[in-house]
Nanobody, 120 residues
Framework: QVQLVESGGGLVQAGGSLRLSCAAS????????MGWFRQAPGKEREFVASITWGGSILYIADSVKGRFTISRDNAKKTVYLQMNSLKPEDTGVYYC?????????????WGQGTQVTVSS
């Protein structure tokens, strides 16, 4: 089992930036794609971005394209989500997970996530 711990969220004004981190421990699956999801209050979880083991970006949601980017450091077992030009609609809890296929997480048990709040 892999443990995934998200961090880096916070309160930021619209137009600001945040960098989220997802640290993996335990039995890591370094060969698997990793991804970020988010869930806004009252909405379903949304697939935001994913990246291959080699660092190629597989997917960026249209809603964040041009503003967010995903990266990973396999040596540190960490995946990042750089979020720029943040908008109030980016508010939500952000989670990472191992990706089975596009948009499909491996683990059903989600971590605590990290809260991102963007004020207007």
């Amino acid at each position: 089992q892999v443990q995934l711990v998200e961090s880096g969220g916070g309160l930021v004004q619209a137009g600001g930036s945040l960098r989220l981190s997802c640290a993996a421990s335990g039995r890591t699956l370094s060969a698997n794609p990793m991804g970020w999801f988010r869930q806004a209050p009252g909405k379903e979880r949304e697939f935001v971005a994913s990246i291959t083991w080699g660092g190629s970006i597989l997917y960026i949601a249209d809603s964040v394209k041009g503003r967010f980017t995903i990266s990973r450091d396999n040596a540190k077992k960490t995946v990042y989500l750089q979020m720029n030009s943040l908008k109030p609609e980016d508010t939500g809890v952000y989670y990472c997970n191992v990706i089975v296929k596009l948009g499909v997480p491996l683990y059903d048990n989600w971590g605590q996530g990290t809260q991102v709040t963007v004020s207007s």
